[in-house]
């Protein structure tokens, strides 16, 4: 690990809260209630990545019989999303916006799909960067989908930004 994403204690506790599938799901209900309606799960975090799942049902579906794309952007959106409000857990405040995205589709999506971002170290040295300077800091994070049998049903890339607040 790097020194930017050492494993720091606000970080731990934050983990340990959002892997809680209760206490997940009262924060999308509250905060994110699309989300929460869609169905998402995270499956794993960690300082490096973490893993979102969503699932092909009623509530997610298009008319084409498969996930509606907006519903594999929440989740791939998640994905980085998560890593990103972990590492602003671990010190000054930070702003964070996603000023940026877009995905490719390869495969229809049906079933459990999971995204999985590894891009966590990317997202700490951002924050750390523009904790440093006071200036805003941008990283282009990849969340790629997959379906029950490995294969790739999306890609998307999300530009992040983060300015640290004075």
């Known amino acids: 690990m790097t020194p930017t994403t050492i494993d720091t204690p606000q970080a731990a ?29 995270l499956t794993q975090l960690t300082p490096e990545l973490a893993a979102v799942t969503i699932r092909y049902k009623y509530l997610t579906q298009n008319p084409f019989r498969s996930l509606y794309f907006a519903c594999l952007a929440m989740a791939a959106e998640l994905a980085s999303g998560i890593q990103a409000m972990m590492h602003v857990q671990t010190g000054g405040p930070v702003s964070m916006l996603v ?4 995905g490719d589709f390869t495969k229809k999506a049906v079933g459990l799909i999971t995204f999985t971002c590894p891009d966590g170290a990317l997202i700490a040295q951002a924050v750390a960067e ?23 049903v999306a890609v998307f890339r999300l530009t992040w930004s983060f300015r640290a607040k004075r």
Do not use: H, Y
């Open 13 to 41: 506790a934050f983990r340990r809260q959002v892997l809680n599938p209760m206490k997940l799901r009262l924060f999308m209900l509250q905060k994110l209630p699309m989300a929460w309606l869609a169905g998402l799960r």
């Open 99 to 102: 000023t940026g995205i877009q």
């Open 130 to 152: 523009s904790r440093a300077t006071g200036e805003g800091r941008t990283v282009v994070c990849t969340s790629t989908g997959l379906d029950e049998a490995g294969d790739v």
